[in-house]
């Protein structure tokens, strides 16, 4: 079946401008989440989705940042008036249920890159 | 809060060599423990993880694991390494009743040299 999709692969834009992400989780999928990978590092976390809700926001790093998951399914990260700072791989990853034994299976990413 | 060290960014070896890639982790409460593997221009995979049981785990692709609660270490090793495992692998750590993030190490680069 199908795997987590993200759009689009590349995003390029400029300083102060308003960004969108979309994620597309595996069907069926009810926990979802986003991490952020900069240029030689781990993914860390950002925000994490059970259903509709955000369950845990907590690796936001600023109120720029928002995300989004209405209909329980695709998911939208927002970023406002983006810095260079925030250029980086941004991922998506679901899993079946929620739990922290559950595999989470990741998407390809979008790489950002704010000029 | 836990956190994650790979202890090696790069490891580069010959085909057919042994390797270990090394991981250690930092935590107050318990945690179930994954390694992660990204080929080139793929996404992050499963490889293999640990969550009971025996403490020695294997993947399809003859990586295995060894949890070790006393050095809170999850080392991955593989006793012959072909071209195909280059990649980049990354250790992660999840909190067993709480935050269901994972929290992920910086990565080890392996590359396999013919």
């Known amino acids: 079946g199908a795997g987590v999709s993200q759009t689009p692969s590349n995003k390029v834009t400029e300083k102060g401008k308003y960004v969108e992400l979309r994620c597309d989780p595996i069907?069926?999928?009810?926990?979802l989440y986003w991490y952020r990978q900069s240029l030689g590092q781990g993914p860390e976390f950002l925000i994490y989705?059970?259903?509709?809700?955000?369950?845990?926001d907590s690796g936001l790093p600023n109120d720029r940042f928002f995300a989004v998951r209405p209909e329980g399914s695709v998911s939208t990260l927002k970023i406002q008036r983006t810095e260079r700072g925030d250029s980086a791989m941004y991922l998506c990853?679901?899993?079946?249920?929620?739990?922290?034994?559950?595999?989470?299976?990741f998407g390809p990413g979008t790489r950002l890159l704010v000029l | 809060a836990q956190s994650v060290t790979q202890l090696d960014s790069q490891v580069p070896v010959f085909e057919e060599a042994p390797v270990e890639l090394r991981c250690n982790y930092s935590?107050?409460?318990?945690?179930?423990l994954f390694w992660y593997v990204q080929y080139p221009n793929q996404g992050l995979q499963l490889l293999l993880k640990?969550?009971?049981?025996?403490?020695l785990v294997e993947s399809i692709n003859g990586f295995e694991a060894e949890f070790n609660k006393s050095q809170t270490s999850f080392h991955l090793r593989k006793p012959s390494v072909h071209i195909s495992d280059t990649a980049e692998y990354f250790c992660?750590?999840?909190?067993?009743?709480?935050?269901?993030?994972?929290?992920f190490g910086q990565g080890t680069r392996l590359t396999i040299n013919p």
């Open positions: 990853a679901s899993s079946l249920t929620s739990g922290s034994r559950e595999t989470q299976y």
């Open positions: 069907s069926g999928h009810t926990a």
């Open positions: 989705f059970q259903g509709t809700g955000a369950a845990d």
């Open positions: 935590s107050s409460v318990s945690v179930y």
């Open positions: 640990y969550l009971s049981g025996s403490t």
């Open positions: 992660a750590v999840s909190i067993i009743q709480g935050a269901q993030k994972l929290v």
